[in-house]
């Protein structure tokens, strides 16, 4: 079936280093993959998407890119604030019309000053 | 305009009782997703509604149900609650095509004691 594996944390970074969460996928066909985060209490946000092979989603200085030869999707980002100390989770929609997400289990980022 | 709103955001319920949650979308969005989030199983789809029908279902045992109306809103239900229910669960809403993206709300953290 279709599933996502991405690095357990909890990970804990400086400000201003350099930040990689990894992601890899199972999935039939050709899935679109996203990046969401969730703050304390709050929902997910879409952090960024990408739709075919070779795509790179960019938001807020995070980047992905879609590998479709190593079915990976890993999140970075240059220089990491303590405003991005969150819980980050990787996430593939396949083909077919359906809405239905299957999530990674989630990368807790912890950002100290 | 408005995000996807949940309702309510708290809610602690006895073992045995059942709980109805709510879930408002974006307007214009017709596709509702609903997701169990606990510490052990991470983020699990639990269904999706498209036009007051049910699209998908996740692995989830026939005590949880849910539908939509006629406004897209929807309701989803858990009867004879059990203590490993307590989680957050969280409601996405979307249009639908190939480039969409699903948008969350803040969850419903249910307590059941």
């Known amino acids: 079936g279709n599933s996502v594996t991405q690095m357990e944390g909890p990970v804990t970074l400086s400000e201003e280093a350099f930040l990689t969460i990894n992601c890899t996928y199972t999935?039939?066909?050709?899935?679109?993959l996203f990046w969401y985060v969730q703050y304390p209490g709050e929902g997910l946000q879409l952090l960024l998407k990408?739709?075919?092979?070779?795509d790179k989603g960019s938001n807020k200085g995070f980047e992905a890119t879609y590998r479709k030869e190593t079915t990976s999707f890993h999140l970075e980002k240059g220089s990491v604030q303590v405003s991005d100390s969150a819980v980050y989770f990787c996430?593939?929609?396949?083909?077919?019309?359906?809405?239905?997400?299957?999530f990674g289990k989630g990368t807790k980022l912890t950002v100290n000053p | 305009k408005a995000g996807v709103t949940q309702t309510p955001r708290y809610l602690i319920k006895t073992r045995g009782q059942q709980v109805t949650l709510s879930c408002s979308p974006i307007?214009?969005?017709?596709?509702v997703s609903w997701y169990q989030q606990t510490p052990g199983q991470g983020l699990q789809f639990l269904f999706e509604?498209?036009?007051?029908?049910?699209?998908n279902k996740g692995n989830f045992p026939g005590r949880f149900s849910g539908r939509q109306f006629s406004n897209s809103r929807s309701e989803m239900n858990v009867s004879t609650l059990e203590l490993g229910d307590s989680a957050l669960y969280l409601c996405?809403?979307?249009?639908?095509?190939?480039?969409?993206?699903?948008?969350f709300g803040q969850g419903t953290r249910l307590t059941v004691v």
């Open positions: 509604y498209f036009s007051e029908t049910q699209r």
């Open positions: 307007s214009g969005h017709r596709s």
């Open positions: 990408a739709t075919k092979a070779d």
């Open positions: 996430a593939l929609r396949t083909q077919g019309g359906s809405e239905k997400l299957v």
């Open positions: 999935a039939t066909g050709y899935p679109s």
């Open positions: 996405a809403s979307s249009s639908i095509g190939e480039n969409t993206e699903a948008f």
